[in-house]
């Protein structure tokens, strides 16, 4: 770390030479002043500091005064650099904790961001709040870095707990201080809040933004991009039900749900006379009657119909796989409300900044199915909360909301990540990504972009890897290697 620049002493001293010049400028004011009686006069100006000493000589002695106190910072800057002498070659040594913990934590320690039981480190001397956390499988990533600043409880936290342990542990403790426990869990569905993806979408771009997530949120990270018709009949399928279930909740004067979607789907398989009129193909041509032909849910639905019956049928198939998980009991009583209010993460609840919220994302580590709603939540976690921010913070939200997003690689994820981290900084948000190898990074951002991913993150922390971790072991150690220190070159001629 580069040595710090004492400007406030520096000026101090500026300040103490001036005024002493001023003072030593008083003695042409007095008479009879010659070496024996100059401290006797000097200590009199002293005693007498509001007596007016200002006189013809006082502008030269402050000048240089002010020289002095500019060759003494010269000086100062010279021989204060980061020199390393004797050392240039190389050189390896721990880190002193204590001086480190000292330079880089800050007095209130609810603006501190712990990195481990000896080292804190301020929020405002990083330039933003995401935090990389790397490290093999038991090395305390948990216990040595989540639990404790989840229990500080400085920020709303948004954790991502993988078997619920977190929130079994910690959830009364976060209670008894005065934090609001919300969990999304889907290991015991029966004890979670409940989650209306239709409770954030006020125009239509967030309704297209809800049904582009969807659609993508069901899909494999790593699943090969095919023929780009079949994702169009989807979405425009997908569009067609969001539509009518958005503007007949609003013509209705009820809230729209995510479960009559599944209603709607079910429509589509029914068939209501010989010639294979669906249900919900009598639905829309209800709508039509009476809205006209260009309305939203009956124009995409129509376009979709336009298609061959066994291309449709085959969309219907594949929206119902995407579905299913959403069909089961307790699946449906989570979607039938909602109880999470996301704005209130960066508000507080009821608007109080004072009142934190703690909301645990509760999902088995042995079952990949609820990945969907949980990516499906953390894309309308940020545009919530970003656009909260932007109209009606206008800037920075009130309280700052951290996203720990435990097993990184093979769990949910927010859609482009990399591009989000920068983004969510001005807005009083971040992410803390936690993953066990670079190699993981590098898996997840092809190309250039994980280079973009590590570059949006302030703050690392590397907790050790298996010994077969190469690619991790020479990164960590380059990132180590490297300290650019100051030279200075002297040159002595004999003879």
């Given amino acids: 770390q580069r040595k710090r620049t004492p400007w406030g002493v520096l000026l101090s001293v500026l300040v103490f030479l001036c005024v002493l010049a001023y003072f030593l400028c008083g003695l042409f ?11 006797d006069k000097l200590l009199y100006i002293l005693l007498h500091p509001f007596q007016n000493w200002w006189n013809d000589k006082t502008v030269g002695f402050i000048g240089v005064a002010f020289l002095i106190w500019v060759m003494f910072v010269a000086w100062y800057l010279d021989n204060n650099r980061n020199y390393q002498s004797g050392k240039e070659k190389g050189t390896e040594e721990w880190g002193n904790v204590k001086k480190l913990s000292k330079t880089l934590r800050d007095k209130d320690e609810m603006k501190n961001m712990y990195l481990s039981q000896n080292i804190a480190i301020s929020n405002s001397l990083l330039s933003n709040q995401n935090m990389l956390v790397i490290g093999g499988s038991g090395s305390y990533k948990t216990t040595s870095v989540l639990t404790p600043n989840i229990l500080m409880a400085s920020c709303t936290n948004v954790i ?20 609001t426990v919300k969990s999304l869990n889907f290991i015991n569905p029966e004890e979670s809040d409940r989650y209306n993806p239709f409770a954030y979408v006020a125009r239509e771009t967030d309704l297209i933004k809800l049904i582009t997530n969807t659609q993508l949120s069901v899909k ?45 789907v079910n429509m589509e ?36 119909k336009e298609g061959a019956s066994e291309t449709v049928r085959s969309i219907v198939i594949m929206v119902n796989a995407m579905l299913r998980l959403c069909e089961t009991a307790s699946i449906k009583r989570i979607l039938s409300d909602d109880d999470l209010d996301i704005k209130s993460l960066g508000l507080g609840i009821n608007g109080n900044p004072d009142k934190k919220t703690a909301l645990f994302l509760v999902m088995p580590d042995n079952d990949e199915s609820f990945n969907f709603f949980i990516s499906m939540f953390y894309t309308q976690l940020f545009d919530v909360l970003l656009y909260t921010a932007d109209h009606e913070c206008h800037g920075e939200l009130p309280i700052h909301v951290r996203l720990w997003a435990d097993e990184f690689y093979a769990g949910p994820k927010p859609n482009n990540t990399e591009k989000l981290m920068g983004t969510i900084r001005s807005r009083n948000m971040s992410i803390v990504p936690i993953l066990q190898s670079v190699s993981q990074i590098k898996a997840i951002f092809p190309q250039d972009k994980w280079e973009i991913f590590m570059e949006n993150c302030a703050a690392a922390i590397y907790l050790g890897s298996g010994p077969m971790a190469h690619s991790t072991h020479k990164y960590i150690s380059d990132l180590l290697g490297d300290m650019t220190i100051d030279t200075r070159n002297d040159n002595r001629q004999l003879g």
């Avoid at 004011?29 to 401290?39: A, D, K, P, R, Y």
């Avoid at 991502?160 to 934090?179: E, F, N, T």
């Avoid at 979405?235 to 209603?263: H, P, S, T």
């Fill in 160 to 179: 991502l707990d993988i078997k619920g342990d977190l929130l079994r542990k910690h959830g009364k403790y976060l209670i008894k201080h005065g934090v």
């Fill in 220 to 264: 494999p990270p790593d699943a090969m991009k095919g023929d780009p018709f079949w994702d169009d009949g989807v979405a425009l399928y997908l569009q067609a039900m969001f539509y009518y279930e958005w503007l007949q909740a609003k013509d209705e004067g009820r809230k729209a749900c995510f479960n009559n979607i599944l209603v709607l």
């Fill in 269 to 304: 398989s029914k068939h209501v006379d010989e010639e294979g009129t669906t249900a919900l193909q009598q639905e829309m041509n209800r709508l039509a009657a009476i809205k006209g032909d260009d309305y939203p849910p009956v124009r995409d639905y129509r376009k979709l």
């Fill in 29 to 39: 004011l007095l008479s009879g002043v010659n070496l024996t009686n100059f401290q």
